[in-house]
C-alpha cells in the first residue's frame, strides 16, 4: 500500500532505502501480518517503463535523474586527476532496476573468505540455500551449452539453483555468431568452458544467467521492484513511502549504558508526493540506503570516526571508525574490436532499418527477439593463466611488501593475507572479460554499417581501499566518494597485464580471422606506456562498490556485528545491503546481495540464531 501523508506514522520496522536489500527485508518482514513494516525510498516506482524493463536497453538511463543518483568520484589522483562516474539506481528497486542485469556467483572459496575475516556465520555453505531461495530458473537448454560444455544434470543443477523464488533470470535465448569463435579462442589459450559456474567454481569462461524474465513479464527485466515487492505490494501492513530521502536516524540512550536505541528517521519530500517530517520505528531501523548512502547516513545520524564527525560539527554518538572506510571496486577498460561484418552482431540494430522495425514489432508484441537479450559471455580467469611465471612472482613480491607496510588496518592486512594467496590460487577468479557482441561502448563512434566485439576487462580482486564520508552536513548533498582506484601499483599493473591480454584473445584462432582491427584502442597502442596512458584515460567502473560498513569484528575495524548486523552499539539499528560486504568477490554482486537480504531477514525474524 502507497503511504500517505497523515498522523500514523509508527510501524515496527522502518527499512531506509527500497532497493535490492532493502525490498528483501521488507517483503520478508512483512510476511507476518502482525508485523508493520514502512519502506522509505527516494526514488519512484517505475511501472511500464522501457529504460527500466527492456533489456536491450541496458545502460541508457544511467546518467538519467529519473533512475540514476549520479554520484561522480572525487578526482582519482592515479588516474591523472580524472573523475569516474558512480551511477546508483535511484527507484523502487534500487540498483537492480538500472543494472546490467548479469546474475552470477562467484567461487565458494571467496565467500568462505568472509568468515576468515571475521564475518561469523557467512561462508558459501550458509548462503547457498539463499541463493537457491532467491531465485526460479530453468535449466539451460543444449543450445544454451557454450562450446566444450557438458551438460549438467537436472539434479546437480537444482541443487545449486532455486526452482520457486520471486526472481526470474533466465538463459540467454539468442546468440550472436560472434560468441562461439570468441568461447573457442578463450578455450585454446588455457581458460576452459565451465558449464555451471553456479556450484562453487566461477573460473573460466560461461554463458550466464540474466535477470530477464521469460516466464512471468515476458522479456523484462526481473528487479527487487517487479519480483520482491510484487508480491508484498498489497500487503496492509507495508508502506512505501516514495520520493522520500531520509536524512538521519534519530538515536537516543537505550536499556543498558551500551546501547543506543534508534528510535525514528527524518525525511525530506523530494517532490509533491514525498513525505517530511519524520517517520518512527517501535521495533528496529534498518539501512538499505547502498555501499555509499548507508555509510552517508550512519555518519549523519552521529555514527562514525569521531574526527570527522566532529570536523564537520556533528555530535559523536558512537566512535565508530570503520564507517566508511575499506570501499572497494571493481574497476573496468573496455577495448573494441571492428569485426568482418559477415557476422551478425548488436550493431545490427543501427546497421538495418528493416530488421529495427520488425524486432521492435516483435518484442511489444510477444516479448521475445532481441529486445529481449542482453548478451554476453563472462571469463574469469586465474592469473597465473593471463600473466608470465615471472610477473607473477613480482605481483606476489608487491602483496607481500604490501603485507609488511606499517600502518596497515588490521582488517585490510588480514585481507592482503587472503588475496596474495588468491594471486597463485586456481579456482579464484582475478580479472573478468565481459565479451559483449557489438560496438558503441567505446570512446571511438562506430563506423556507419561496421560490425565489432567489445571486451570490458574487470580487476576483481584490487588491493586498493577508497573511502566514503560526509562531504558537507547538509544531508542531501551527496558524500564524497573516494575509491582510489588504482592507487596500489599492483593493480595498475594487473589491469595492464590484464587489458593486454584482450589482444592476445583478439589473435587467437578462430576469433582472430574474423577481427579486421582494434577499434579503440587503435593498434597504434603497442608498448607499455601507451597502455598506461589509455588506462589512466579511460579507466572506470563495473559499479560495484562494497564494504563501507563491514560485518567483522569491531576490533579489526566492523561497522555491524557478523550475526546479527546491528550497528556496534546500538540495540536495533541494522544495516542489509552491499556495505556488509568485507572483501570484493569475483562476480557480479545482485545475486549475492539478494542471497545476504534473505539470510539477514531470517536474522532479524530470530530463525537462525
Ligand atoms: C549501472 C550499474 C550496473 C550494474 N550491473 C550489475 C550487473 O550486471 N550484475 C550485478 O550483479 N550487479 C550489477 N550492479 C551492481 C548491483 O546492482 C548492486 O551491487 C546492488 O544492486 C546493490 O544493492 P543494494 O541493496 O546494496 O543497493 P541499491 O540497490 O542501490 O539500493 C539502495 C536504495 O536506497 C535508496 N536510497 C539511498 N539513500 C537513500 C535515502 N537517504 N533515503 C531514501 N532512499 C535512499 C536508493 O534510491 C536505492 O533504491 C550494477 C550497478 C550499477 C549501478
Redesign the pocket.
Known amino acids: 500500500s502507497s503511504a500517505s501523508s497523515g498522523s500514523h506514522r509508527t510501524f515496527d520496522y522502518v527499512v531506509?532505502?527500497?532497493?535490492?536489500?532493502?525490498l528483501v527485508v521488507a517483503a520478508r518482514l512483512s510476511e507476518d501480518p502482525h508485523t508493520t513494516v514502512a519502506v522509505?525510498?527516494?526514488?519512484t516506482h517505475h511501472v511500464n517503463e522501457p529504460l527500466v524493463d527492456t533489456p536491450e536497453f541496458?545502460?541508457q538511463a544511467?546518467g538519467n535523474p529519473n533512475f540514476?543518483?549520479k554520484f561522480t568520484s572525487v578526482p582519482q589522483s592515479a588516474l591523472n586527476g580524472n573523475v569516474v562516474a558512480?551511477?546508483?539506481?535511484?527507484?523502487?528497486?534500487?540498483?537492480?532496476?538500472?543494472?546490467?542485469?548479469?546474475?552470477?556467483r562467484a567461487s565458494a572459496t571467496e565467500y568462505d573468505a568472509w568468515e576468515k575475516l571475521g564475518a561469523e556465520g557467512w561462508n558459501w555453505n550458509s548462503l547457498l540455500p539463499y541463493f537457491r531461495k532467491t531465485e526460479t530458473i530453468s535449466a539451460p537448454t543444449p543450445e544454451q551449452y557454450f562450446p566444450d560444455g557438458p551438460q549438467v544434470s537436472n539434479k546437480t543443477f537444482y541443487t545449486f539453483h532455486g526452482r520457486d523464488g520471486p526472481v526470474q533470470p533466465s538463459y540467454n535465448v539468442l546468440y550472436t555468431n560472434i560468441t562461439d569463435p570468441f568461447v573457442e579462442a578463450v578455450n585454446k589459450l588455457g581458460i576452459p568452458t565451465n558449464s555451471d559456474p553456479y556450484e562453487g567454481n566461477a573460473t573460466g569462461i560461461f554463458n550466464l544467467e540474466?535477470?530477464v524474465d521469460r516466464v512471468k513479464n515476458v522479456g523484462k527485466r526481473s528487479y527487487?521492484a517487479s519480483t520482491y515487492y510484487n508480491i508484498s505490494s498489497d500487503r496492509p501492513n507495508l508502506t512505501v513511502y516514495l520520493t522520500?530521502?531520509?536524512?538521519k536516524v534519530n538515536i537516543v540512550s537505550g536499556a543498558s549504558s551500551q546501547d543506543l536505541r534508534a528510535v525514528s528517521v527524518d525525511?525530506v519530500a523530494l517532490n509533491s508526493t514525498g513525505t517530511n517530517g519524520t517517520v518512527y520505528a517501535r521495533k528496529e531501523v534498518v539501512l538499505?540506503?547502498?555501499?555509499?548512502?548507508?555509510p552517508?547516513?550512519l555518519e549523519l545520524s552521529g555514527i562514525g570516526n569521531k574526527s570527522i564527525l566532529e570536523n564537520a560539527g556533528i555530535k559523536t554518538l558512537i566512535d565508530l571508525p570503520g564507517v566508511g572506510e575499506n570501499l572497494q571496486d571493481h574497476t573496468l577498460l573496455t577495448q573494441d574490436f571492428e569485426i568482418i561484418n559477415t557476422t551478425f552482431t548488436y550493431d545490427i540494430l543501427r546497421n538495418d532499418q528493416t530488421y529495427l522495425a520488425e524486432q521492435q514489432a516483435e518484442y511489444a508484441e510477444n516479448g521475445t527477439g532481441i529486445f529481449a537479450s542482453a548478451q554476453f559471455a563472462l571469463v574469469f580467469p586465474p592469473l597465473k593463466t593471463i600473466v608470465s611465471d615471472a610477473v607473477l612472482s613480482n605481483l606476489q613480491g608487491q602483496a607481500e611488501e604490501l603485507i609488511r607496510a606499517s600502518g596497515l588496518p588490521a582488517l585490510t592486512k588480514a585481507q592482503y593475507e587472503i588475496q596474495q594467496g588468491w594471486l597463485d590460487t586456481a579456482d579464484v577468479g582475478h580479472v573478468e572479460y565481459i565479451m559483449f557482441p557489438g560496438g558503441g561502448v567505446t570512446a571511438a563512434s562506430p563506423t556507419p554499417g561496421a560490425t565489432y566485439l567489445t571486451v570490458y576487462m574487470g580487476n576483481m580482486h584490487p588491493f586498493s581501499r577508497g573511502t566514503v564520508h560526509l562531504n558537507f552536513t547538509n544531508?542531501l548533498t551527496p558524500p564524497a566518494i573516494d575509491p582510489k582506484y588504482v592507487d596500489k601499483n599492483i593493480d595498475l599493473q594487473v589491469v595492464l597485464e590484464g587489458t593486454k591480454f584482450v589482444r592476445q584473445i583478439a589473435q587467437t584462432q578462430p576469433l582472430a580471422s574474423l577481427i579486421v582491427n582494434a577499434h579503440e584502442p587503435s593498434s597504434n597502442v603497442t608498448t607499455d606506456d601507451e597502455w598506461l596512458d589509455y588506462i589512466k584515460t579511460f579507466m572506470g567502473t563495473?559499479?560495484?562498490?562494497?564494504g563501507t560498513a563491514a560485518m567483522v569484528s569491531r576490533e579489526r575495524g566492523g561497522v555491524v556485528d557478523p550475526k546479527t548486523l546491528k550497528v556496534y552499539g546500538t540495540s536495533n539499528l541494522r544495516v542489509?545491503?552491499?556495505?556488509v560486504i568485507p572483501m570484493l568477490i569475483a562476480?557480479?554482486?545482485?545475486?549475492?546481495?539478494y542471497a545476504i537480504?534473505e539470510r539477514a531477514s531470517d536474522i532479524i525474524r530470530g530463525l537462525i540464531r
Open positions: 531506509v532505502g527500497g532497493g535490492t536489500a532493502g522509505i525510498e527516494a526514488g541496458f545502460g544511467i540514476d543518483w558512480q551511477p546508483r539506481g535511484k527507484m523502487l528497486g534500487g540498483s537492480s532496476g538500472l543494472n546490467f542485469m548479469a546474475w552470477d540474466m535477470a527487487a522520500t530521502q531520509a536524512t525525511v538499505s540506503a547502498g555501499a555509499f548512502q548507508t552517508h547516513l544531508p563495473v559499479y560495484h562498490p562494497v542489509v545491503d552491499a556495505s562476480a557480479h554482486p545482485q545475486s549475492t546481495v537480504a
